[in-house]
Nanobody
Framework: VQLQASGGGLVQAGGSVRLSCAASERTFNSYAMGWFRQAPGKERVFVAA????????YYADFVKGRFTISRDNAKNTVYLEMNSLKPEDTAVYYCAADYRGVGDGLRQIFEYDYWGQGTQVTVSS
């Protein structure tokens, strides 16, 4: 599975950005999808995830109420809508895919089978 993340850029604090992650896999709807981020000098951390079936979503506490993950299986794409952005949201954002993933395990990096290349989001104060 190849994942291509896009949509990052420079945005002012309080602004919004929508990230997209397009998958090459025709069985995209069999994969749970997640977003992680990595700030300079820090570890990669969980941001949000969506289970492979149903509509279960999972969020890190620091993005609840601000970020929304969604998917369009017809387009093999997962999105991360980011609102009320803060300078501390600055990071490289990565999408990842986990075959038939579901549950709180989706918060773990090691759960995922495939990773995209990342897209930079910079929030200026």
């Amino acid at each position: 599975v190849q994942l291509q993340a896009s949509g990052g850029g420079l945005v002012q604090a309080g602004g919004s950005v929508r990230l997209s992650c397009a998958a090459s896999e025709r069985t995209f709807n069999s994969y749970a999808m997640g977003w992680f981020r990595q700030a300079p000098g820090k570890e990669r951390v969980f941001v949000a995830a969506m289970a492979w079936r149903g509509s279960s979503t999972y969020y890190a506490d620091f993005v609840k109420g601000r970020f929304t993950i969604s998917r369009d299986n017809a387009k093999n794409t997962v999105y991360l809508e980011m609102n009320s952005l803060k300078p501390e949201d600055t990071a490289v954002y990565y999408c990842a895919a986990d075959y038939r993933g579901v549950g709180d395990g989706l918060r773990q990096i090691f759960e995922y089978d495939y990773w995209g290349q990342g897209t930079q989001v910079t929030v200026s104060s």
